[in-house]
C-alpha cells in the first residue's frame, strides 16, 4: 500500500471537517459513499483517552478502512508523551495521518490547556508537533485558528512557519479567532498570508456553503474543509468536489445534482441510519440518528407531530416505516 501523503493528492484538496458529535465513522462513511475523493477526519479524540485505553476513546476512533481511507484521526491534549503514545498507538490501529488539533474554543477544552489555548504557547505547541513526528511514521499536521482574541498576521505566520519547522505536514486554518467562537464571517485574507510564507499546503475552513462559495473562497490555497453546511446536506461534500474536478470537456460529463426532494434523500438518510446501526448498535445507532430524523422534515406541513414520533424511534424498521409514511404524504 502507498503510504499516504498530503502532496500527492488532486487539488484542490476537499475535506470534511473534524465535528465532535457529528463526523463519526457512519458519518464518514456516508459521506465516502456520496463523494469518495473527499477527505474525511475524525472527531478529535483525547490523547490522554488513548493513552489511558478508555475503551470509549477507543471506540471513537472505530473506522471502517475499506471505505473510509484515507483516514485522518485528529487528536488533542497538552502533553508531548501523550501525544507521541497515542499517534504510535493510532498507527498501530492503520490510520493514515495524524491531526493535531489546536483550535477548539470550547471552554472546557482551552480551561484545561488544550485546543486553541496552544496558540498561546507555540513553544509547547512546537514540542507537541516535534515529539509526535519523532512517534509515528504518519505525516503529521495541524488545524487551527487565526489566534486567540486579536487577529495578528506576523504572529500567526511566525507560528505556522514554527509548526512547519517543527514538521507539520499539512496546516488548516479555520478563519476566526478562538474568541470569535463561531460569530462574525470566515475572514479568508490572513489564510492566503500564511500560504505565501509555508512551504506546506493549506487548508481554508469556514462558512463554505455552496460551490460559489467554495469558488470565492479558495484563491491561492490547496483546499478547502467544509463542516457544518454538510449537515443535513452530505451531498454537498460531492457538488463540491465535481466542481473542481469534474473534465467538463470530456465527451461523458454529466453535471452532478444533489437530491433535493425528501423523497430523493430518503435512502440516503436510510443508508446514514443503516451505517449509525452497523457501527454503534441498534440502540446506540438509532438514538443518535434521531436528531437527523427530526432535522429532515424542517419545514413540512405537520413536521411538529412527526418530530414527536422521530425523536422516539427505537429500532431501525420503526424509523424506516414512520420515514416512508411521510414520504406518502409529502
Ligand atoms: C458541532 C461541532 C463540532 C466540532 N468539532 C471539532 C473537532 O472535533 N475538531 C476540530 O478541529 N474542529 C471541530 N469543529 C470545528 C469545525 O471543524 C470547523 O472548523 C468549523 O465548524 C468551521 O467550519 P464550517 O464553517 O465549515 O462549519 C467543530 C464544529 C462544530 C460545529
Known amino acids: 500500500m502507498n503510504k499516504f501523503s498530503w502532496n500527492n493528492l488532486p487539488r484542490p484538496i476537499i475535506c470534511l471537517a473534524p465535528m465532535a458529535g457529528y463526523t463519526d465513522s457512519a458519518y464518514r462513511q456516508l459521506v465516502k459513499e456520496i463523494a469518495p475523493g473527499v477527505i474525511c477526519f475524525t472527531e478529535f479524540t483525547s490523547t490522554d483517552g488513548i493513552k489511558y485505553g478508555s475503551k470509549r476513546t477507543l471506540k471513537q476512533v472505530g473506522f471502517n478502512p475499506d471505505i473510509e481511507r484515507p483516514i485522518i484521526a485528529q487528536i488533542f491534549g497538552k502533553k508531548p508523551e501523550s501525544f507521541a503514545i497515542a499517534a504510535a498507538a493510532l498507527e498501530e490501529m492503520g490510520v493514515d ?19 486553541s489555548a496552544l496558540l498561546k504557547n507555540p513553544d509547547l505547541a512546537a514540542k507537541i508537533v516535534e515529539t509526535t513526528v519523532k512517534a509515528t511514521s504518519l505525516p ?16 500567526l505566520i511566525d507560528y505556522c512557519k514554527r509548526m512547519e519547522s517543527a514538521g507539520a505536514q499539512l496546516i488548516t486554518l479555520h478563519g476566526r479567532t478562538a474568541a470569535q467562537m463561531y460569530t462574525g ?3 479568508f485574507e490572513l489564510i492566503y498570508e500564511v500560504k505565501k510564507h509555508v512551504k506546506v499546503p493549506v487548508i481554508g475552513n469556514g462558512d463554505i456553503t455552496s460551490i460559489e462559495s467554495a469558488k470565492e473562497k479558495l484563491g491561492n490555497l490547496d483546499g478547502l474543509m467544509v463542516g457544518r453546511a454538510t449537515m443535513g446536506n452530505p451531498w454537498i461534500m460531492a ?19 444533489s437530491p433535493k426532494s425528501f423523497h430523493d434523500r430518503l435512502p440516503t438518510l436510510i443508508r446514514h441510519m443503516e ?4 457501527t ?11 436528531k ?22 427505537e429500532t431501525l424498521k420503526e424509523a424506516v416505516t414512520l420515514l416512508k409514511e411521510i414520504d406518502k404524504l409529502s
Open 97 to 115: 495521518a495524524i491531526d493535531i488539533n489546536m483550535g477548539c474554543p470550547a471552554k472546557k477544552i482551552v480551561s484545561s490547556d488544550h485546543g
Open 239 to 257: 457538488e463540491l468536489w465535481h466542481a473542481f474536478h469534474d473534465d467538463t470537456t470530456s465527451p461523458d460529463y454529466k453535471p452532478y445534482t
Open 185 to 187: 464571517e470566515a475572514d
Open 280 to 290: 454503534k448498535g441498534e440502540n446506540r445507532g438509532v438514538m443518535e440518528m434521531r
Open 140 to 155: 503529521v499536521s495541524i488545524k487551527t485558528r487565526l489566534g486567540t482574541k486579536d487577529k495578528d498576521a506576523k504572529f
Open 292 to 313: 437527523y430524523l427530526a432535522a429532515s422534515i424542517k419545514g413540512f406541513p405537520g413536521a411538529s407531530e412527526y418530530r414527536q414520533k422521530l425523536v422516539r424511534v
Open 275 to 278: 451505517l449509525s446501526v452497523e
